[in-house]
């Protein structure tokens, strides 16, 4: 009997007891039980009844809280039996789902509901129906409980491995059922699966690779040999490991499995099977115990044919390679040697070409400024132009060799774009006036005016790109554009365009254009000349600036070259000229203004400048230069004279050439800027005046302590704008 039955029964004793004591009260309250009852047993009476009463209301209670206790033990078992891990399954004598816990509706995707009342066997794949009947076959005649592993069927998903495990019993009627515990064990399933293709692949790369197994004990004793290693050697009873493998009467010098039962480690070794035409294995013994505790040996025998022979190839590749090296240093040291050699003799060649194209240029040109009839006028004119030529030919090679040679480098300064832009014009006015063409300039209004890069090297682009459009130009018009291609908070990126209306350029040699010593007529009947370095160059600079050039062209309607170019913007400062837009008709230049303040005469014949030149050419081309702009100077002919000059004058700049006998320009420097030294002004500005323009050279000056740099032949005008920035 159960604790509530139990309760129940006292609870009902005690309610016929307190009827009895109410029955009893009802005939003392009669006028024949008042007679028969005295006050003192009706009172005594009454207490009894208030007593049992009390026990009564206790008991009702104590039944309350049993009964509260029963329902949360029945949800706790509720919840364990829903929510267990495991499905559960009361199956029924004729095979029906009588009770299924939350957790075997889930694992089959439907609803208790669904399950209650269907077949079990409605959710076993059909082709392990026969597993199924084979187990409960067994559980019905033996009792025994039944384990076995089949696939499910899940609704809208794929079958899934469950192990059921099935015990036989009664329900509360007495009839046959059985109750089966159902798990999902597809994960292992999974796992053994990826444990087989596993064992799988190393069962082929051990015999792919020719990798042998066996175990050995403490006495050389073989426990185990694979199979494949058993089909050459044979077998091993009765054999130690080194009269098995090695053919030897005592065991290897260096056995691995002496050190490894030895050191308790992993010991690798190699070894040559002399067996099998001395072919050599990697041996690597792992010591372990084995069930009964005795210390053996495993070893994996990998075959290192291959890379023995890699190991030698890779050998004699090393000595080929050192080689190799020896000799490509040697060539690198050649090459070195030839480079330096090259660059010394183009240094020297520009040096010694400048030098008398410095008296070329600069008489011819001091000569054209001076009363001549025309036909005077020409000649001086021609040979001022030829020399002009020369001068360009020789940068040109110059710079295409710097190039080459990865030396060329930019400069970053800050420049005026409306003044280059005016320069450039001015370079290219004079040949388009001759062949009586307009020259057009036009930079758009949004375009920057002041950027930071390097002003020459796009000069020298835009010059590249005009001087041809004017060569090949018959008549018509040169038209030169700058626009704003993007911009941001830093930089800058313009499109220059270079515009002509000439004879065009055939679609099948515009991808030629940009190539080194290219030209369109090669022929020794060409009508132009030129060494088709200067796209070539163009291309290069355009590219260093961070840009890209191009050309659109049609035969018999003109080009169009354009290059872009990526600067920075300066700090906030003034913003670009009020003139975007000039017109120059019959070569005239852009009519821009440039303010400055005129100097008068008395000022300039109070300036004296000190040229130190060795060159007597050079020398009359220097003070007819600065007589010309109005300026006093006298000439020492080389370092030590113009020291010994700077102590007893007070000269207010001096142009010094950089190669004088006796002392060079750089020593001189040096001796004026030492503060030890007797000059009167050791700061005073020095101009290095030099046929020196190779890569660094400008740098050797500045770093000897010169202040700045001007490269024979020396242009009148450069010289006048270098003096007036230094001086005025």
């Known amino acids: 009997m159960t604790i509530k039955d139990d309760r129940s029964e006292q609870a009902a004793q005690l309610r016929q007891q307190a009827e009895d004591i109410v029955r009893v009260r009802k005939i003392a309250a009669s006028p024949e039980g008042h007679e028969s009852l005295s006050p003192q047993e009706t009172r005594q009476m009454l207490h009894e009844l208030r007593v049992h009463q009390i026990e009564l209301e206790m008991q009702n209670e104590e039944l309350r809280r049993t009964q509260a206790e029963l329902d949360r033990a029945r949800e706790r078992y509720f919840d364990l039996y829903d929510l267990a891990p495991v499905g559960y399954c009361t199956i029924s004598e004729n095979g029906q789902i009588q009770e299924a816990n939350l957790t075997a509706a889930t694992q089959l995707s439907v609803t208790r509901r669904a399950l209650v009342g269907r077949p079990f066997t409605r959710f076993i794949l059909k082709e392990d129906l026969d597993i199924y009947y084979r187990h409960h076959k067994l559980l019905c005649e033996t009792g025994a409980r039944q384990v076995c592993e089949l696939r499910m069927v899940k609704k809208g998903a794929a079958p899934f491995w469950a192990r059921l495990e099935a015990t036989a019993g009664q329900d509360a009627d007495g009839a046959q059922m059985c109750r089966v515990v159902m798990s999902d064990i597809i994960e292992r399933k999974l ?44 077998d091993y009873a009765g ?3 080194y009269q098995y493998f090695m053919d030897r009467n005592t065991p290897c010098p260096d056995c691995g499995v002496v050190k490894a039962l030895q050191t308790r480690s992993i010991v690798v070794t190699e070894k040559v099977l002399i067996k099998e035409n001395s072919r050599p294995i990697q041996v690597t013994t792992i010591p372990f115990q084995n069930d009964a505790g005795e210390w053996l040996a495993a070893e994996v025998n990998v075959d290192i044919t291959e890379r023995k022979r890699g190991e030698e190839r890779l050998r004699q590749a090393n000595q080929d390679l050192k080689k190799a090296i020896e000799l490509s240093n040697e060539s690198a040291e050649q090459a070195r040697k030839a480079n330096a050699a090259k660059s010394e003799f183009l240094a020297n060649m520009s040096h010694e070409i400048r030098t008398p194209l410095n008296g070329v240029i600069g008489m011819t040109g001091l000569l054209l400024e001076m009363d001549l009839n025309a036909e005077q006028h020409e000649y001086a004119q021609i040979a001022h132009i030829s020399g002009e030529m020369l001068l360009t030919l020789i940068n040109d090679i110059l710079d295409f060799s710097k190039i080459e040679a990865r030396k060329l480098e930019l400069e970053t300064l800050n420049f005026d774009l409306g003044t280059m832009l005016k320069n450039t ?39 590249n790109l005009g001087s041809n459009a004017v060569k090949f130009t018959e008549k018509g018009e040169i038209a030169i554009r700058a626009s704003l291609e993007s911009e941001d908070e830093r930089t800058a990126t313009i499109r220059f365009s270079v515009r002509d209306t000439g004879m065009g350029i055939p679609a099948n040699l515009q991808d030629i254009l940009f190539s080194p010593f290219t030209q369109l007529d090669g022929s020794t009947t060409r009508k132009y000349g030129g060494t088709g370095l200067g796209l070539t160059i163009s291309k290069q600079l355009a590219e260093l600036m961070g840009g890209r050039i191009g050309v659109e062209s049609k035969e018999g309607t003109g080009s169009t070259f354009w290059f872009t170019a990526v600067f920075e913007k300066p700090p906030a400062g003034p913003t670009s000229a009020d003139e975007n837009f000039a017109k120059i008709e019959g070569g005239g230049a852009m009519n821009r203004t440039v303010a400055k303040t005129a100097r008068s005469e008395n000022d300039k014949r109070k300036i004296r400048i000190l040229v130190a030149e060795d060159n007597p050419v050079n020398q009359k081309v220097a003070q007819a230069m600065l007589k010309k702009m109005g300026l006093l100077s ?26 004088m006998p006796e002392m060079d ?10 503060g030890a030294s007797e000059v009167i002004n050791p700061s005073i500005p020095i101009i290095a005046m030099t046929a020196a323009t190779m890569q660094g050279d400008k740098e050797k000056c500045i770093l000897a302590g010169m202040n700045d740099f001007i490269a024979k032949p020396v242009q009148k005008r450069e010289l006048t704008e270098l003096i007036d920035k230094i001086i005025f």
């Open 191 to 234: 796992a053994e699966k990826e444990v087989q293709a596993v064992k799988t692949q190393m069962e082929f790369i051990l015999g792919a690779t020719k990798t042998g197994l066996d175990t050995i004990d403490a006495k050389f004793n073989i426990h185990y040999i694979d199979p494949e290693w058993k089909k050459v050697y044979g």
């Open 239 to 241: 054999h130690k490991c």
């Open 425 to 463: 014009a001015d370079l290219l006015a004079p040949g388009a006036k001759e062949k009586g063409l307009d020259l057009v300039c036009q930079v758009e209004p949004n375009v920057p005016s002041f950027l930071r890069g390097d002003s020459r090297r796009l000069r020298q682009i835009l010059v």
């Open 634 to 659: 006298d000439v020492v002919a080389n370092g030590q004279e113009a020291v010994n000059a700077l102590q007893t004058f007070p000269y207010d700049l001096v142009l010094m050439d950089c190669q």
């Open 665 to 674: 320009g750089f020593e001189a420097t040096r001796c004026i800027r030492n």
